[in-house]
């Protein structure tokens, strides 16, 4: 390999974008840097960020390329690591999702849920086909059910709590369709559109000459079948139940039974009263428990990339939770691959099973005190967002950051002051 | 038939399984059952189940009939839009599923059975919400099951017997054992789900008419008759069980699971009750299931063997209908009864297969009439579940028959059939005999006279009386008891240990049996206390259980708290 087709240094720009991924990564080769931008979005901005924020990053990164990117990887299809490719219908006042598109980018890597022609393989047994068409139907579903929950939501506002409503509203709005941005994705590649799998090609190896980039997950659904023996409860079947199209939007007045003889909204008997209000608050808990179900779901579509250059390791798992991870875990030969990670960025923004206590088990780079080639980890996050303490569900989970900072040297975006964009990271390859 | 059986009962018209089973004729199978006789009050609203059909997504609280205190208003409707357009039969249907479900208990039990809360009345929603769910809360006191839109039409839950009876037998079964509930061991966070099941199915089963479907309508000539090739226990699996799996609705599985189904093809093995896959709650219930529902088909075969044939090879399809129904009701009886042998704290299948062959035995002593203790331990056995020993690993008698040296010194025996401070005094004065741990909390949690009928026709005075133990530990105390402490256990932490038993009087107070797991079996509590520690269960359970367990079943999730920070 001559020394023009080889980086000799990678800088990670990490931007604060509050909850939510923004990465930019650059390798410098002899000749130019070569630039992969990982995740663009936000579902929740810093405080005092000012609502220009994401507009400021979208031209940061469009300085930072020189106008050129090589690739977009888009981990998974939630708000807050797709948002800022959103494009607007107005020229005279481009959205970030438009300048990101004037960057060009050759390649765009998505996990294979999104791909348009995900059950046309005709090397694939029907079977197969039939299952992975019912996966991406069940991830639009899921999205259709998280539509019908947010008018729900309208209606049971008064009956719950703020926080709960907060809550919903959050995860809710995080799992809808998000159509502008998901369109710009799919049209954006000058050269190649890549859908990927555990063990696929990554779409990167024209880009990333002499860096290897595994890919770790999703894995596909036959590859979770071998993980897993018994199947006879269908997940994609009951969003389809849940949510499959409007008619399961329920709003007021409506549903079934529309000629049966009701009481008039405000007349509740006193009889029934104390049980009215508890079966609204078990309903209110059972949207959160759903929309978090599905919140999961859609988290374990993620993209997990493991890049390798100067036999340096930086691994990028997007949101996958345990689920994704399950079938790469499962290998020992991966296993082995992942013990000398270099650089981690933390997983689902330091929730409780994004970063798999055995995957974290793994990485030999971890020690107790500072030192040269101890692991570095990068947490992009903003707290009070997502879950609660008091269920031992709150992101950042605290035990997980206790760990990362006593183990690591751990970064994370809420430690940038409200002017700061970003932090950069360098490594010698 | 509009005239009551009798002035205790009255009969309702209810869907006999679910929607989608239908008579020959095409139209849905309906049934008759007995309830208690009773003055409803509109909803209904009885003395023990009370309907408030609110429906919690629409916003909507619909109107109850004010018509239908003491009749059947749809005894004669056949057509099927009647009954799955009007929420009021959806609320008799679950009414008198859920009554005569608690009835089916109060019957077998011979005595009254209070729900899990301190309420008189359930509450139940047939419409709750718009969910593939459907559950019981005690918080809530109350059954709720939901409903939702498939491509063929709406689906209701609610219309489902084996999911109302289901879901009423979590209601009853938390007020006969509390305990329950707690974290413990894969078995007991199974047994809520597997028995549900159990009684749900053989409910089911124990309506011939149910039973004639789900063996299939033969057209032709030779309809009333059946062959004997078709009645072996693998042919009866295949046609009755599996039969009546397939005609359910199919939207409805997410809600129900598919214990039936696995119970007809899931080949025994006993390497199942160990393998990994079978610790995940509903998973491993469905052993039970399938142990039980297997039992089932070979009772009803072997009586099928001693029946007459009325032309050469064939018997009579009513005949053999009657018996499967029969088979089923008695089957459920022991279920039942089963429960009063089982210790109030820790169960495990064992332990529930040793209360099954026991109820069995005071009911019919001589085996060979039914053969039912043959085929279940024999059935549960082929599962991998043993009954459990009479000495437990440590030493400790957690059977003990009619022992000898009890001293009741000072206790009356009309005040222990129905006072706990009596019993307690009782069990205080024998707590060495009855290997009590000293330093434990202890409470009796409940004493009831029952009145059975048995199979001989002889009726049986007992009085049944229930109490924990419950140890509150420091980590670092558990060494000094021989327990051992779970990995990464939290310093912080305090554990809490449950023992307690079962004491059964005959009818002239004198102690008669006594089930029991101790609070100090050092083995028993290292093996629970490690499965905890293993599966996040040391801090308790959350609210509403059965929500989240159902919640998995719909999404086939598997737990991973090992993995989680
Ligand atoms: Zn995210
Ligand atoms: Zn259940």
């Known amino acids: 390999m001559t020394a023009s087709t080889k980086p000799g240094k990678l800088a990670v720009r990490a931007y604060q974008v509050g909850f939510g991924d923004c990465l930019l990564l650059s390798f410098a080769y002899p000749d130019r840097e070569r630039h992969v931008l990982v995740d663009f979005g936000s579902s929740g901005l810093p405080e005092n960020a000012g609502a220009g924020l994401i507009k400021r990053v979208a031209n940061d990164i469009a300085d930072r390329c020189h106008g050129k990117l090589d690739a977009v990887v888009v981990s998974h299809r939630h708000l807050d690591h797709l948002s800022g490719f959103a494009t607007s219908n107005n020229p005279k006042r481009p959205a970030p999702g438009d300048v990101i598109r004037s960057l060009r980018p050759a390649v765009v890597v998505q996990p294979w849920t999104e791909d348009p022609d995900a059950a046309t393989d005709a090397t694939k047994p029907t079977a197969i086909l039939h299952r992975k068409l019912a996966f991406v139907a069940g991830l639009g579903a899921m999205q259709g059910f998280a539509e019908s929950l947010l008018r729900e939501l309208h209606l049971l506002r008064r009956t719950m709590g703020k926080r709960l409503a907060d809550q919903l509203a959050f995860v809710g709005e995080q799992n809808l369709k998000n159509l502008p941005a998901v369109q710009n994705l799919m049209t954006m590649a000058q050269d190649t559109q890549a859908y990927v799998h555990f063990g696929s090609r990554s779409g990167l190896e024209s880009v990333l000459p002499g860096v290897k980039v595994r890919v770790l997950g999703p894995p596909t659904v036959e590859q979770s079948d071998e993980i897993r023996r018994e199947r006879d409860t269908d997940e994609n079947e009951f969003w389809h139940l849940l949510g499959a199209d409007g008619r399961a939007v329920a709003t007021r007045g409506h549903g079934t039974f529309r000629r049966a003889a009701s009481w008039p909204a405000g007349t509740v008997p006193r009889h029934a009263r104390w049980f009215k209000r508890r079966l609204a608050a078990v309903r209110s808990d059972a949207l959160l428990e759903l929309v978090r179900a599905l919140d999961e779901a859609m988290n374990n579509t993620s993209v997990i990339l493991l890049f390798e250059a100067g036999g340096k390791k930086f691994l990028f798992p997007g949101d996958a939770q345990i689920e994704n991870w399950a079938y790469a875990l499962s290998r020992p030969d991966v296993c082995q691959q992942l013990r000398d990670v270099l650089l981690y960025k933390v997983g689902h923004h330091g929730s409780l099973n994004a970063t798999p206590k055995s995957l974290w088990a793994l990485f030999r780079n971890r020690s107790p005190s500072p030192r040269p080639g101890r692991l570095q980890t990068i947490l992009s996050t903003k707290a009070g967002k997502h879950g609660s303490s008091q269920n031992k569900t709150e992101v950042p989970r605290k035990p997980l950051v206790h760990e990362l900072q006593s183990q690591s040297d751990l970064f994370t975006t809420q430690s940038l002051s409200a002017k700061t964009l970003y932090r950069d990271f360098e490594f010698e390859l | ?565």
């Open chain 2, 1 to 565: 038939m509009a005239t009551p059986l009798s002035p205790r009962t009255r009969t309702l018209t209810v869907i006999a399984q679910d929607p989608s089973v239908l008579r020959p004729d095409g139209n849905i199978l309906t049934a008759r059952v007995e309830v208690p006789a009773e003055r409803l009050a509109p909803g209904p609203w009885g003395h023990r189940v009370h309907v408030i059909d609110y429906d919690a997504s629409t916003g909507r609280l619909y109107r109850p009939r004010t018509d239908a205190a003491d009749r059947d208003p749809y005894e004669h409707v056949r057509d099927a839009s009647r009954l799955l357009d009007d929420p009021c039969f959806h609320a008799q249907n679950c009414y008198a599923v859920a009554m005569s479900t608690l009835a089916r208990f109060e019957r077998a039990l011979g005595r009254r059975v209070s729900w899990g809360f301190s309420g008189h009345q359930l509450k139940v929603a047939p419409h709750a919400f718009l969910d593939a769910n459907a559950f019981y809360s005690r918080r809530d006191e109350a059954l709720m099951f939901g409903w939702f839109h498939s491509d063929t039409g709406p689906v209701y839950a609610c219309l489902s017997h084996d999911v109302v009876a289901h879901e009423t037998t979590h209601a009853v079964l938390d007020g006969l054992r509390e305990r329950y509930t707690d974290p413990s061991s894969p078995d007991q966070a199974a047994f809520h789900e597997g028995f549900a099941d159990v009684v749900a199915l053989l409910s089911v089963f124990a309506m011939p008419e149910v039973v004639a479907v789900a063996l299939g309508a033969r057209p032709g000539p030779r309809r009333d008759v059946l062959p004997r090739s078709a009645l072996t226990p693998d042919a009866l699996r295949r046609s009755a069980l599996l039969g009546l799996a397939e005609q359910m609705g199919r939207q409805l599985q997410n809600v129900r699971g598919a214990a039936l189904r696995r119970s007809a093809l899931l080949e025994p093995d006993r390497r199942l009750y160990r393998a990994p896959e079978y610790l995940e709650p509903h998973r491993r219930g469905e052993l039970l299931v399938a142990a039980m529902m297997n039992a089932f088909v070979q009772v009803w075969a072997a009586r099928l063997e001693a029946l007459r044939e009325i032309q050469r090879g064939c018997l009579d399809r009513e005949r053999v209908v009657q018996e499967g129904a029969d088979v089923a009701d008695r089957l459920l009886t022991t279920a039942i009864r089963a429960l009063d042998y089982a210790p109030p704290v820790d169960l495990q299948f064992g332990d529930y297969l040793r209360g099954l062959l026991a109820a069995d035995r005071e009911d019919q002593p001589d085996d060979r009439r039914y053969l039912c203790r043959d085929a279940l331990e024999r059935t549960f056995r082929a599962y991998g579940i043993d009954p459990a020993a009479e000495t437990s690993a440590a030493g400790r008698r957690s059977w003990l028959l009619r022992p000898g040296g009890v001293d009741v010194e000072g206790t009356h025996f009309a005040s222990m059939q129905h006072e706990p401070d009596e019993v307690f005094r009782f069990v205080w004065q024998n707590r060495e005999l009855l290997e009590l741990s000293d330093d434990a909390y202890t409470r009796v949690l409940s004493v009831r006279p029952c009145t059975r009928v048995a199979g001989d026709g002889f009726v049986l005075h007992e009085t049944v009386a229930e109490y924990v133990q419950i140890l509150d530990l420091q980590p670092d105390e558990l060494r000094s008891l021989g327990i051992r402490r779970p990995a990464g256990m939290p310093d912080d932490l305090s554990v809490t240990l449950y023992g307690g038993g079962v004491l059964v009087f005959d009818e002239y107070g004198r102690l008669k049996l006594h089930v029991s797991k101790s609070v100090r079996d050092a083995e028993e509590q290292s093996v629970r206390l490690a499965y905890l520690a293993a599966h996040g269960g040391l801090r308790g359970p959350g609210a509403r259980r059965f929500s989240a367990l159902h919640r998995r079943r719909n999404l086939a999730r598997i737990e991973r708290p090992a993995e989680r920070w």
